[in-house]
C-alpha cells in the first residue's frame, strides 16, 4: 500500500465510487458523462468558465492601468500550490501526524496528482478571488482603504462560498474524512468550521489584501515577485487566524464556540460594512461585464445543482440521504443565498462613478 493511499484515504475514496490505489499518478482525463453525478459537468463549466472569464478580465484592467485584478488572478493559482499539496499529501510534508488525512475529491473530467486534485479546483481559486473582489470593488468599498474592503471580501467570499460548500459532500464532489477530529471538527452539518471560516473567508480576505496593498496603484510595479509573496504569505494569514480556536485544545465544544463566533463576527462586520457603504449614497465603481455577469450565473448555476439536490436532501434522515452521503446546513444556505442574492442586486441597483475620459 502506497503512503498516498492510507487506510483512511482508501476508505474515504471508495465512498466516493473508486479506488485511490488505481489512479493515474500525474493526469487522467475521462468523459464528463461518465462522471458520478450530473452536475458535476456542470459545476466544471461553471467554475472553469469563471476562471477564463476572470482572466480576460483582468487582462482588460492591467491594459487599463489597475494590475491588481491580474495579480490577484495569478497570486491565487500561487496559493494554491503552496496549500493544496500538504492538504491532499501530508505525509510527504510531515503532516500526517499533526493533521492526518483531511479529504478527498471525487474524479473529474481532467485531474492531477494522483487524481486527487480536479481542474475545476484550479480553476476555483481565481475565478471566485476574482469574483468577490469585483464585487467589493464594484460597489466602491475599496476607496474607503484596503483593510475595510478586504473584510467585505470576506464577507462576500462566505456567502458565495457556503452555497457550494455545504452542497458538495451530498453530491460526492468530494468526502470529508470523518476520523480526523483534529481538522474536520467541529462541524456545521456536513462543513468543517475550520474550512468555513479560514478557507473560505480568512484565506481570500488575506490575500486580497496583501494584493492590493503590494500591487495597487500607480505606477505599474514589477509585478512577479509581489505575487508571489502575497501567495506565499496568505497560509501564515491563515494559521494565525486560526490561533484562537486551538486554545481549546482537544475540547470540540469550545472550538465550535470559537469558531461559532468568529463567523458570527464576521457576518456582523461584513453587512456593517456593506450596509453603511450603501446608505452613504457613494456611488460605485464603473461596472465591469465580469461583475455584471459571472456572479448571477454562478449563483445560478449552484441553484440549479441545489434542485437536484432538493429531493434527497429533504428525504435525509438524521443528515444522510437515501444514498448515504451527508448533506449540509440548509437554514445556512438559505441564509448564505439571501446575502450573496441581495449583493448582487445591490450591484445591478447601484449609481454608478463616471468612466473616466
Not at 88 to 97: K, S, T
Not at 151 to 165: H, I, L, S, T
Amino acid at each position: 500500500m502506497s503512503t498516498a493511499c492510507g487506510l483512511d484515504a482508501e476508505a474515504v475514496t471508495r465512498g466516493l465510487g473508486f479506488d485511490c490505489h488505481d489512479v493515474s499518478p500525474v493526469v487522467s482525463v475521462r468523459p464528463p458523462w461518465a462522471l458520478a453525478h450530473w452536475t458535476m459537468p456542470l459545476l466544471e463549466v461553471l467554475i472553469v468558465g469563471g476562471a477564463v472569464f476572470a482572466l480576460v478580465h483582468a487582462l482588460r484592467r492591467y491594459r487599463a492601468g489597475d494590475p491588481v485584478n491580474l495579480a490577484l488572478w495569478w497570486a491565487s493559482l500561487v496559493y494554491l500550490f503552496v496549500t493544496e499539496p500538504p492538504l491532499y499529501f501530508p505525509e510527504w510534508f510531515g503532516l500526517d501526524r499533526l493533521y492526518g488525512f483531511i479529504f478527498a475529491h471525487n474524479r473529474f473530467t481532467v485531474q492531477f496528482m494522483g487524481d486527487r486534485l480536479p481542474l475545476y479546483i484550479i480553476a476555483f481559486y481565481p475565478a471566485f478571488s476574482q469574483l468577490a473582489y469585483e464585487v467589493v470593488r464594484s460597489l466602491g468599498l475599496f476607496r474607503r482603504g484596503a483593510l475595510r474592503g478586504s473584510v467585505a471580501v470576506a464577507f462576500v467570499c462566505q456567502v458565495f462560498y457556503e452555497v457550494f460548500d455545504q452542497l458538495g459532500p451530498q453530491l460526492k464532489w468530494w468526502a470529508w474524512n470523518p476520523g480526523n477530529a483534529i481538522v474536520n471538527r467541529p462541524a456545521l452539518a456536513s462543513v468543517p468550521l475550520n474550512s468555513m471560516l479560514l478557507f473560505a473567508s480568512v484565506s481570500m480576505a488575506a490575500m486580497t489584501y496583501l494584493v492590493v496593498r503590494l500591487t495597487g496603484g500607480p505606477p505599474r510595479r514589477r509585478l512577479t515577485p509581489r505575487i508571489l509573496l502575497a501567495g506565499v504569505l496568505t497560509p501564515p494569514a491563515m494559521a494565525i487566524a486560526g490561533i484562537p480556536s486551538g486554545f481549546a485544545g482537544d475540547d470540540v465544544t469550545a472550538r465550535a464556540w470559537i469558531l461559532g463566533v468568529e463567523l458570527g463576527l464576521l457576518w456582523v462586520a461584513g453587512t456593517w460594512i456593506v450596509v453603511a457603504h450603501l446608505r452613504s449614497g457613494e456611488p460605485g465603481e464603473p461596472w465591469s461585464p465580469f461583475a455584471r455577469v459571472y456572479p448571477a450565473v454562478y449563483l445560478g448555476g449552484l441553484a440549479v445543482c441545489w434542485l437536484g439536490a432538493l429531493p434527497a436532501y429533504l428525504a435525509a434522515d438524521a443528515g444522510v440521504t437515501p444514498e448515504g452521503t451527508p448533506t449540509g446546513s440548509g437554514l445556512y444556505v438559505l441564509a448564505c443565498f439571501a446575502a450573496a442574492g441581495l449583493l448582487v442586486l445591490a450591484l445591478y441597483r447601484r449609481e454608478r462613478a463616471p468612466v473616466p475620459a
